[in-house]
């Protein structure tokens, strides 16, 4: 317990941080924003008034705190620019963001795990190597160069998939997830590989351990012992690192998202870093970092469903025999 | 015929210095219903041999061309792997050295236990369970229902170890090997263990072997007893002969070593002086000849053949006959 | 069990003829290290000579060809929508990102060196400011922060190279850390310190030489990293700005005219695809030697 309270504390003193950064960014933001909303041709009395009005004229240290004690509060400001709310904004393109990511990790543990079920078989094999080349090739290939090219051959030469849209599951799941297949194939191409390395090179060691000797000697199948032996307890370490790869997924989503058109928050933060939208951009990059700390948090509650040693702490189940 | 008969069996594995050769010629055979002990040192290649029984070398072991084993009259070296996976589990089952790394840590005893029943026997998940809870409670574990459901983290080694009994019974093989069942366990436990193999291995007339390190786990246990050394069987007699009159060197050392409860405390046992040989280039002649006291230029030269003379073996120039000392 | 174990070879002496030529088989490089050497130094030279090649300025517009296809008379790789030349462009978009590739890590490990062994070696509050500013940095996405930077500080090179550079901090900290850790209290620092040696001669002569093999093996995977989000950047307009020429903004330029003309967009992909492979792959044969030798002195 007392574990997690200081996990949660040392939590918050990270987002204090990333507040803190982000804002001094943005505060560093070249031009003039009230001068910007006012115009060219405003008199600076105009202007002067304006700052005022959207709170620019205080000093930087009272403009963080009015802004994080905001975010506590579950106000995050209102756009300059288009006078949106920043939170309604957001929330409005959580599910186009989250859907991209999580077909992408989806597609992409399901085309890691057989490819490493296959390299551990018979690691340093012809089947290990060939993978582990394609491997090298796919991490070489940045997810914006891969959404190029599956545009140019599944839209323009094969017409079968869209090139850019969105549309919103209302509109029926395959018409939702028709132009989802190529954004979330391009991020997973290379995210995969990471995720198929870390599971082989644990899955190796576990098919040394005594417990595989033990199912090999009651007649299991190469097969049933990979899936349903070796598998699980191979998987800590690429699930940790699942959560981990969100931060590198959302990094990716961004580019993504400005490339296929998905109305995302990665797309929303290239706009507002365009626009130099302020209020958007510090609430795109917070929203991402909490994004970011729930995620790894999820994580470490998925491990401990799945192993069981790690289930049995804390709760009623102790070691004893 | 006997239910195992191996024959001329040859196990080696590449290694950077070259070959290491682990099992080197050794034949032997178990009746049905009897229980062999393989007695030698670590890397004296008593493992290496049950895995070889097992059909579960590593893949980059080297088996000899000559090697023949036979289960049941079956040759396992002909057979395709499906057909071997068959008689695994089934037919005959192993048990291994540490029960706190043997049982998979995801998964439930049931499971593991259930595995087996439902593959090899087509029993339905609800029959499988049922039958796993008998086999717990047959293997002597307290609470047979609910540590059905519990996983291997939340037992002690000792426990562990008659869950892998279990495991290994499931099936009702014809024929078992265990791999120093005992040798990471407590002292204390370790009779319950070798008395409840003991006792199943006749309750279900079936053969065992029990390899260890250790004579005094063979003594009263098995009804024969091969010493390996150094890839080879070196002796071979049934229990009481051995003990009573062994005609090798290195098993009369090993014999020393026994602690005995008459000792007065405080005895030093007799350890044999130097170490296993090298196995990639192993001493010229007999293997054991450089710790040998009663070695002669002839062991140094030519290694002894396993003499077969009835009921005990020996491989040796010099045996102590009659406890000639 | 035959097809388990292969059988076993009758003469002795193969034993050592194999061992031996296992050992040859490691120490060989192989073709899996050369090829990708060979491309990485050809496409330095290249671009470090690219404006004495006798090519096209990579500006110039030739309006007597206009989108011409690879293989036209003066333009071997052909030229984009404004009739510029491909490989001259590629060429000199090369020492873009092959100055991001080297600068940006080189900046981003050295700030986490000194990061991390202050962590490592102060132990205490250094360590815990320095968990939580690394914690924080991975928080934000890198795109995200890179994003920020160039609005903030505009597009120039060193911009990029250093704002780029900031996003290897954490990974090479970290690593430090763990080093410094293991080595602050190993006997022979111990024994500088009794000696009176101040905490920077310790952290200078006797940490650092350790643990700086370990951190060039961390560079070398961080150099195809750099290129990528450079190209990332550049992709989106955000890296250095035109008409200099990049790879990412070569492809994001050829994207619109992809049907038609599509070379414009997949020279430069297949450019940058072969160089970031290579690294990859000559990166990884000398890290597994390295592990190799390591292992062969312990």
Not at chain 2, 9 to 38: C, K, M, N
Not at chain 2, 44 to 61: N, Y
Request: hydrophobic share 50%; with cysteine.
């Amino acid at each position: 317990m007392n574990a997690l309270l200081r996990r949660a504390g040392r939590l918050a003193v990270v987002l204090a941080v990333v507040t803190l950064i982000t804002f001094l960014l943005v505060a560093a933001l070249p031009g003039d924003v009230a001068l910007d909303i006012a115009g060219a041709d405003a008199t600076e009395q105009e202007v002067a008034e304006i700052r005022a009005e959207i709170g620019l004229d205080r000093s930087l240290a009272v403009r963080y705190l009015d802004w994080v004690s905001g975010i506590v509060t579950g106000d995050w400001g209102q756009s300059w620019r288009t006078g949106e709310r920043v939170w309604d904004a957001i929330a409005q393109r959580v599910p186009a963001s989250l859907e991209l990511m999580v077909l992408a990790q989806i597609i992409a543990v399901s085309l890691a795990i057989p490819a490493a079920l296959l390299c551990a078989r018979a690691p340093d094999g012809r089947v290990d190597r060939a993978i582990g080349f394609l491997a090298f090739g796919s991490v070489s290939m940045p997810s914006f160069m891969t959404a190029v090219l599956l545009i140019l051959l599944f839209s323009l030469t094969l017409g079968w998939l869209p090139a850019t849209g969105y549309e919103p599951l209302s509109a029926g799941l395959w018409e939702n997830l028709r132009p989802m297949i190529l954004p979330a194939l391009s991020l997973a191409l290379v995210e995969w590989t990471a995720l198929m390395r870390t599971l082989r090179a644990e899955m190796i060691g576990v098919l040394q351990e005594n417990y595989i000797a033990l199912a090999r000697a009651k007649g299991m199948s190469d097969r049933r012992i990979l899936v349903v032996h070796a598998l699980r307890p191979s998987s800590f370490s690429m699930i940790t690192l699942l959560g981990l790869q969100v931060g590198r997924l959302m990094g990716g989503s961004i580019i993504i998202e400005q490339i296929f058109g998905i109305p995302g928050v990665g797309r929303l933060l290239v706009t507002s870093v365009f626009s130099r939208d302020f209020m958007m951009i510090q609430g795109c990059v917070t929203f991402f970092a909490l994004a970011y700390v729930l995620a790894n948090f999820c994580t470490d509650l998925a491990y401990a469903r799945l192993d069981p040693r790690v289930r049995g702490l804390g709760g009623k189940a102790g070691a004893h025999g | 015929m006997s239910l195992l008969e191996v024959e001329n069996a040859r196990v080696a594995f590449p290694t950077a210095r070259g070959l290491l050769t682990a099992v080197d010629g050794v034949s032997l055979s178990v009746d049905e219903g009897r229980v062999l002990g393989i007695v030698g040192e670590s890397g004296s290649g008593k493992s290496v041999l049950s895995r070889a029984i097992m059909g579960l070398l590593p893949r980059s072991a080297r088996t000899g061309e000559a090697m023949r084993i036979r289960l049941g009259g079956r040759e396992l070296g002909a057979l395709p792997e499906r057909e071997l996976r068959r008689l695994r589990g089934r037919e005959m089952a192993m048990i291994f050295q540490d029960p706190m790394t043997a049982l998979n840590p995801v998964m439930t005893l049931g499971d593991q236990i259930g595995e087996s029943l439902r593959l090899h026997l087509g029993m339905g998940r609800r029959q499988a369970r049922d039958r796993s809870v008998e086999l717990l409670a047959a293997v002597g574990l307290p609470q047979p229902a609910t540590r059905v459901d519990q996983h291997p983290h939340q037992l002690s080694g000792g426990m562990r170890q008659r869950v892998a009994i279990a495991i290994a019974l499931a099936c009702d093989p014809r024929l078992l090997i265990a791999d120093e069942p005992t040798t990471a366990l407590d002292v204390t436990v370790q009779h319950g263990i070798l008395d409840l193999l003991q006792a199943q291995s006749r309750e279900r007339g079936m053969a065992m072997i029990l390899i260890t390190h250790d004579l005094g786990v063979v003594a009263g246990r098995a009804d024969e007893v091969a010493v390996m050394y150094a890839g080879r069987v070196v002796e071979q007699a049934p229990t009481r002969a051995l003990f009573a009159a062994a005609s090798m060197p290195y098993t009369r050392g090993l014999l020393a070593s026994i602690p005995r409860i008459e000792d007065a405390p405080g005895r030093r046992l007799e350890a044999i002086g130097g170490r296993p040989p090298d196995l990639v280039s192993p001493p010229a002649g007999c293997a054991f000849s450089p710790r040998c006291a009663h070695a002669s230029d002839l062991c140094r030269r030519q290694a002894p053949g396993l003499e077969d003379g009835g009921a005990t073996r020996f491989a040796c120039w010099h045996p102590a006959l009659e406890a000639a000392e | 069990m035959a097809d388990v174990a292969a059988p076993m070879p009758a003469a002795v002496e193969d034993r050592h003829a194999e061992a031996i030529a296992a050992h040859r088989r490691r120490r060989r490089l192989g073709p899996m290290f050369w090829i990708p050497a060979a491309w990485l130094v050809v496409l330095i030279l290249a671009a470090a000579a690219a404006p004495w090649l006798g090519l096209a300025p990579p500006d110039e517009i030739d309006w007597m060809a206009i989108q011409a296809p690879p293989g036209v008379e003066n333009h071997i790789l052909g030229t984009d929508v404004l009739g510029r030349d491909i490989l001259s462009r590629v060429l000199h978009g090369a020492r873009v990102s092959l100055t991001v590739g080297f600068a940006a890590p080189a900046i981003g490990v050295g700030i986490g060196l000194a990061l991390g062994l202050a962590a490592g070696y102060f132990r205490g509050w250094v360590d815990e400011v320095v968990g939580i500013l690394i914690d924080a940095w991975l928080a934000i996405p890198g795109l995200a922060v890179l994003l920020l930077f160039s609005a903030v500080f505009g597009g120039s090179l060193s911009m990029v190279c250093l704002s780029l550079g900031l996003l290897f901090i954490p990974a090479a900290a970290r690593i430090t850390r763990a080093q410094t850790l293991s080595y602050a209290n190993r006997e022979f620092v111990l024994a500088a310190r009794a000696m009176g040696a101040s905490d920077a001669r310790i952290l200078l002569r006797e940490v650092l030489p350790n643990i700086v093999w370990p951190l060039m093996a961390f560079v070398m995977i961080d150099i195809p990293i750099a290129i990528v989000v450079e190209g990332a950047l550049s992709f989106l307009g955000l890296s250095v700005k035109a008409p200099t020429p990049s790879w990412g903004g070569m492809i994001a330029e050829g994207r619109e005219h992809i049907e038609d003309s599509s070379w414009i967009s997949l020279i430069p992909t297949a450019v940058m695809f072969v160089t970031v492979l290579s690294f990859n792959l000559a990166g990884d044969v000398i890290r597994r030697r390295f592990a190799d030798t390591r292992e062969a002195a312990l």
